[in-house]
């Protein structure tokens, strides 16, 4: 079955960096585009970042632009979020997805905090 798995989240100081990672199985992982979100509670979930099937067309919440890149490796069915200069305002549960056939998948979340 489809399934997504999220990691390398956790405690970091403002300014710092983070990079997550999304192992994806149980489809045909390089035919579709992939997403990271975000959510924080109380609020609705928010599109971070966005990756074509190849990697070849990227795009960013303005809130993250320049200080969030998403990449993937197709061979190894993962999608990565580098996060750099980390704002306090970053704080929230991190979410991979994709889309197929009018259905979201979503992975169980990475926590990340950041905080002095």
């Known amino acids: 079955q489809v399934q997504l798995v999220e990691s390398g989240g956790g405690l970091v100081q403002p300014g710092g960096s983070l990079r997550l990672s999304c192992l994806a199985s149980?489809?045909?992982?390089?035919?579709?585009?992939m997403r990271w979100y975000r959510q924080t509670p109380g609020k609705e979930r928010e599109r971070v970042a966005y990756?074509?099937?190849?990697?070849?067309?990227?795009a960013y919440a303005d809130s993250v632009k320049g200080r969030f890149s998403i990449s993937r490796d197709n061979a190894k069915n993962m999608t990565y979020l580098q996060m750099s200069n980390l704002k306090p305002e970053d704080t929230a549960v991190y979410y991979c997805n994709f889309w197929k056939l009018g259905t979201d998948y979503w992975g169980q979340g990475t926590q990340v905090t950041v905080s002095s």
């Open positions: 990756i074509t099937t190849g990697g070849e067309v990227t």
């Open positions: 149980g489809f045909a992982f390089d035919h579709y585009a």
